[in-house]
């Protein structure tokens, strides 16, 4: 088995920072096609994953790439698949698994960009949520290349609509996130119907015990590849974190945005209730802000990207499981609302800004109880959070000045008005300026204030966001038992900061450990690492979940319906 352990970057695709050498792509032996697309979209120099998987994959080998996201591992295996690829055989050639709908439509719009002088090449994305009709539609009509979630795969397959006897490539991207997910079985299930000679590929960003074992059984003595993100690269994004208590954090929030310069701004919150709340709240003060959460439809999902990329938004709140995949080069900005239960989540979110080797920022709101986490974040990302205070009127007051005058500074300089809407202007400021006998500075400051529309510039009043005296361990526990009306569970049967809860499937129910698994951190938010103990029994189950769970989210658990059968969760009474 060769292995390879190389130097990569974080956050942003490393091949874009690397300076220009002739060499470059062309040395892998690409036909001009592939070069001439790479050269468009402004790709000089191979990525140390791309330098090291490329030729693996050139020569048909089996490979295992542990990288994070940003690091080009997609271009490390599309452009060797695309390379090999029969463009007049109509049957699927290449299938790339992908945890996550966003994901996939990253994956296959890469595939594209790639492929774009190549001839009757054809790349689909299938995933749920999608119309199924037209998904089969594409796929009788003839593709090369698919892309999709393990769902709608499989859906797929058992239909007879994805025709895979003419594999030739099985790619498995960010594996480890689809073990955290629930579908690993559903993985397992893909790889084993398809043909007995075809190279498979899997890329992870960790290696767990069991995405080992799925290399170990379903690879054939493949290539190891292993990239370390540089530490100094993550110094790109800045990190800070404020603690606030959670009544407060609506109103640290807006203070927050308005104190901090940024072309966009990805909130994570932790659950879909949450999103709409800050949503609300912040269209109320007048951002233009969207969500993005399980709730909302694929087609407003995709618009909804859109409209951040071009600028039409400027806030979105999302879920991690709604922003996984996510790639938009303008956020400068993330806001952890919500602290992760999983610093690996944690990473993933951050990683969403200082994109294509620029600059970001990343703030992280913690509760008191909640700075606990802080030392294993930081331990995740190699480098001390800093800390910061909640913006104060001052500082808000003079970036509201600062942005007013930016504003006009702008506008004296470069009209956007046509021609002739400049000279109707010009007419209207000098007849208002003879009827007033006024000037021309007060002209400009009741222009001003028509900008500012009824709302005051500076910001007055209550600034304090001190925290309270934290209760004792002693006073917290008894605190927890008069609360919860509960016994505390004993330390051997429970993990520290995790309650136990249960769950009215089991056995009988045919439910596995991936659907609650699945079902729970879609619902949450959670990351599946962050999920404890399931313990399936004859007519129920047991779960084991962070401690500290909001009412609107075990409210929304209540709801849940897993295999087409109410969840049922309720607190276990000790």
């Known amino acids: 088995m060769t292995q390879t352990s190389l130097e990569g970057s974080f956050g942003c695709p490393a091949d874009l920072d690397v300076p220009q050498n002739p060499s470059g792509f062309s040395r892998f032996g690409f036909g001009p096609e592939l070069l001439k697309a790479l050269e468009a979209i402004g790709y000089q120099e191979p990525s140390p994953i791309q330098s090291a998987a490329i030729p693996e994959l050139m020569l048909g080998r089996d490979l295992v790439g542990q990288a994070q996201t940003g690091t080009g591992k997609t271009a490390a295996f599309a452009l060797p698949m695309l390379a090999a690829l029969d463009p007049d055989q109509r049957k699927p050639q290449v299938l790339v698994l992908a945890p996550t709908r966003e994901l996939a439509m990253q994956v296959a719009e890469a595939f594209n960009s790639y492929a774009v002088h190549l001839d009757g090449v054809r790349t689909l994305a299938i995933y749920g949520g999608a119309d199924f009709r037209d998904q089969i539609h594409h796929l009788r009509r003839g593709v090369q290349i698919v892309v999709g979630t393990p769902g709608r795969v499989m859906d797929h397959m058992r239909q007879g609509t994805l025709d895979l006897s003419a594999l030739r490539a099985l790619v498995l991207d960010e594996a480890d996130e689809m073990l955290r997910m629930g579908f690993i079985d559903d993985v397992e299930w893909v790889l084993e119907q398809l043909p007995t000679q075809r190279q498979v590929v899997l890329f992870s960003a960790t290696m767990p015990t069991e995405i080992r074992r799925i290399s170990q059984k379903y690879l054939n003595s493949p290539a190891e ?84 990329r071009k600028g039409q938004v400027d806030v979105l709140v999302a879920t991690d499981v709604a922003a996984r995949g996510l790639d938009v080069e303008r956020i400068s900005l993330v806001i952890n609302y919500d602290v992760p239960f ?75 008005c046509q021609p002739e809407e400049r000279a109707l202007l010009s007419e209207m400021v000098q007849r208002v300026a003879q009827e007033l006998d ?11 204030e028509l900008v500012l529309a009824g709302k005051p510039l500076l910001l007055q009043g209550e600034e304090s966001f001190a925290m309270p005296r934290q209760a004792s361990m002693g006073e917290r526990s008894s605190a927890a038992r008069n609360t919860r009306g509960e016994r505390p569970m004993q330390a051997r049967a429970l993990e520290a900061d995790m309650e136990r809860f249960r769950i009215e499937l089991g056995w009988r129910d045919r439910i596995k450990p991936g659907n609650i698994v699945g079902a729970i951190a879609n619902e949450t938010g959670l990351a599946g690492k962050a999920i404890g103990r399931i313990q399936i029994f004859d007519t129920h189950s047991t779960v084991d979940l962070p401690q500290g769970m909001p009412p609107d989210v075990f409210e929304g658990l209540r709801q849940l319906r897993v295999l087409n059968k109410p969840l049922q969760i309720s607190r276990l009474q000790g």
């Open 225 to 308: 590849i292993t990239i370390r993100p540089k530490a100094a690269d993550s110094g790109r994004i800045r990190q800070r974190y404020l603690t606030v208590n959670g009544p407060q954090k609506i109103a640290a929030l807006e203070r927050v945005l308005e104190a901090e310069r940024s072309e966009a701004t990805i909130i994570f919150a932790r659950t879909k209730a949450i999103t709409l709340t800050v949503a609300e709240s912040l269209e109320q003060h007048g951002y233009d802000v969207a969500v993005l959460n399980g709730d909302v439809p694929q087609a407003q999902r995709e618009r909804t990207i859109d409209r951040l």
């Open 342 to 416: 999983d610093s690996e989540a944690y990473v993933h979110r951050i990683g969403r800004t200082g994109r294509a080797g620029r600059s970001g920022e990343a703030i992280l709101f913690l509760t008191p109880r909640e700075r606990r986490f802080l030392g294993g974040l930081e331990r995740a990302v190699g480098r001390p959070i800093e800390p910061m205070e909640v913006p104060s009127n001052a500082t808000i007051n003079q970036n509201r000045l600062d942005r007013l005058r930016s504003r006009l500074t702008t506008a004296a300089g470069a009209s956007s």
């Open 438 to 448: 006024c000037s021309g500075e007060a002209l400009a400051l009741a222009a001003l």
